[in-house]
């Protein structure tokens, strides 16, 4: 597979979402919306995407991180004062981890292949090349990207200013 369909994967192209145009467009009120019987705010979904390239990163760069001993410690309390500028904070480190992964995603051949020790649950060790690392946190990223349609969508808010499918 081609370095750009992994840094294209990653800013949302083919059959993805962009997950920065899903969130760059709508106010800190509304990524702090929680919504009845649904666990996560727009905010919350974007700061635990945050969590997880981070930790993926760190790994990468052979800085491997103890892993969560709960899933909830991935996951942030929600904004206790959602302000607009805690909110532009957010999606900026969200937009600069995305663009770290895609440096990463158009490395060369070597690099993608280059192995490097992921901690999972229990701080057990595995091996998985680069790619397979940046596969996992596109995955990652898209499903949650899902759910920040979702939840605009709910909203009234879809789609984004920059576009998105409507169907």
Not at 4 to 17: D, P, R
Request: hydrophobic share 40%; net charge negative; aromatic share 8%.
């Amino acid at each position: 597979m081609a370095e750009t369909t992994l840094s294209g994967l990653i800013h949302g192209k083919a059959a993805h979402a962009d997950p920065v145009a899903c969130v760059e467009d709508i106010s800190a009120e509304l990524a702090a919306r929680r919504v009845s019987g649904y666990p996560h705010s727009i905010w919350q979904l974007v700061l635990h995407m945050n969590y997880w390239m981070d930790y993926d990163l760190r790994s990468i760069s052979g800085d491997a991180a103890p892993y969560p001993e709960h899933a909830s410690e991935s996951w942030p309390d929600h904004p206790q004062q959602p302000n607009e500028a805690d909110w532009r904070k957010t999606t900026a480190q969200f937009r600069e981890l995305l663009a770290q992964l895609a440096v990463v995603a158009e490395s060369d051949t070597a690099k993608l292949d280059r192995i490097s020790v992921k901690i999972g649950p229990g701080n057990s060790r595995r091996q998985c090349s680069v790619r397979a690392v940046l596969f996992e946190i596109i995955a990652h990223n898209s499903y949650h990207t899902g759910q920040i349609a979702l939840l605009r969508r709910q909203a009234g808010a879809w789609p984004p200013e920059r576009g998105g499918d409507t169907w």
